[in-house]
């Protein structure tokens, strides 16, 4: 009787995690992904494993949708989905509840009415606002400051390098940025509006067409994350301009580049804790808890002052 498969302790044998990113070529969530790895690694013991898949959706939904399509057909314990296209997450949650595999969706968030379809998944992220929010303290210090006006017009010349549409972080830190300034009494001109995709290559490109057209016109530059912002840094040097940029996500080389006074300041997205939570409600919806359909890891401002306790 002890030989029967069926009666093998499940604890004995390893859990198997699935985890799809978005794509692996893109700074904060390579972070991310790695801390999820190691961490979990970490909560191992004797009796519990975790046998770890991690896949590059390459920035391609039909290519991710098939990589959870393979969890699925393997018998994964647990997922991570941090989606492709968020149009995508209906389909998605439909065929990991008939398949019965508890699933947390990080980074990109589906909609309430596709998070309400299953009770077995829940999301785990940042609030978005809160960064944009941020980032525009950060400016009306230095507009404050007197360090901004450059043609002392009363009014802030900005350039805005976006993320990918299908982001709701694009948007949100888009418009809390803006939204911090004006409601303080800041008038703002937007000069310059172009997506960067989050990639520092695409970054450079659009600061140096925002440069060719405006110049010196441009008296502050936001970008919705780190890697945008060290491209547009790029541009501007190629272009001997210093002018104060912005980004979010405090990664490693963002915060190289306040110390050398390139970045005037950006925000902590914080992937470690992201990362924990959602291995952590990722087991607990292993173990059967029920869980909010949310949960949010703060968002920390970084600045010459305070960014060396972030490194
Ligand atoms: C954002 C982050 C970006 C990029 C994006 C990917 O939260 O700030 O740098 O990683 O997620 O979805
Ligand atoms: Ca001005």
Redesign the pocket.
Same mark, same amino acid.
């Not at 893109?26 to 969530?29: A, G, K, L, V, W």
């Not at 919705?224 to 890697?227: G, L, R």
């Given at each position: 009787l002890a030989s029967f498969a069926g009666c093998t302790p499940k604890a004995k044998e390893p859990l198997k995690v699935g985890i799809a990113i =978005?794509k692996f070529d893109? %700074?904060?969530?390579t972070n =991310?992904r790695t801390e999820m790895e190691s961490y979990l690694k970490s909560l191992e013991t004797d009796d519990v494993k975790y046998e770890i898949t991690i896949t590059d959706g390459k920035n391609d939904q039909a290519t991710q949708s098939e990589q959870i399509d393979n969890f699925i057909s393997q018998g994964y314990d647990v997922l991570i989905i $941090?989606l492709v296209d968020l149009t995508a997450a209906g389909a998605i949650i439909a065929k990991v509840k008939a398949a019965n595999i508890p699933t947390v969706f990080i +980074? #990109?968030q589906p909609s309430t009415a596709d998070m309400a379809l299953w009770d077995k998944i829940t999301y785990v &992220?940042?609030k978005?606002e809160d960064?944009g929010t941020y980032q525009g303290e950060i400016a009306l210090d230095l507009w404050n400051a007197g360090g901004l006006d450059k043609n002392g017009d009363g009014k802030l010349q900005y350039v805005m390098l976006m &993320?990918?549409a299908i982001?709701q972080?694009a948007a949100l #830190?888009t418009e809390y940025s803006i939204k911090k300034l004006t409601d303080s009494g800041v008038e703002v001109v937007k000069l310059f509006e172009e997506r960067a995709n989050?990639n520092r290559d695409e970054g450079q490109v659009q600061m140096a067409s925002a440069i060719a057209q405006y110049g010196d016109k441009i008296e502050v530059v936001f970008g +919705? $994350?780190?890697?945008m912002a060290l491209g547009a840094i790029q541009a501007l040097k190629a272009a001997a301009m210093v002018i104060p940029v912005i980004g979010?996500?405090a %990664?490693a080389p963002a915060l190289d580049a306040i110390g050398l006074g390139d970045l005037a300041g950006t925000v902590l +997205?914080d992937s470690e804790g992201q990362a924990h939570t959602s291995v952590d409600k990722a087991l607990a919806l292993l173990a059967g808890d029920t869980l909010v359909k949310e949960y949010w890891v703060p968002y920390v401002k970084v600045t010459p002052a305070n960014y060396e306790d972030f490194k």
């Open positions: =978005y893109d %700074t904060f969530m =991310y $941090n +980074n #990109r &992220g940042a978005a960064s &993320g990918q982001h972080d #830190r989050w +919705n $994350n780190d890697d979010v996500d %990664t +997205n």
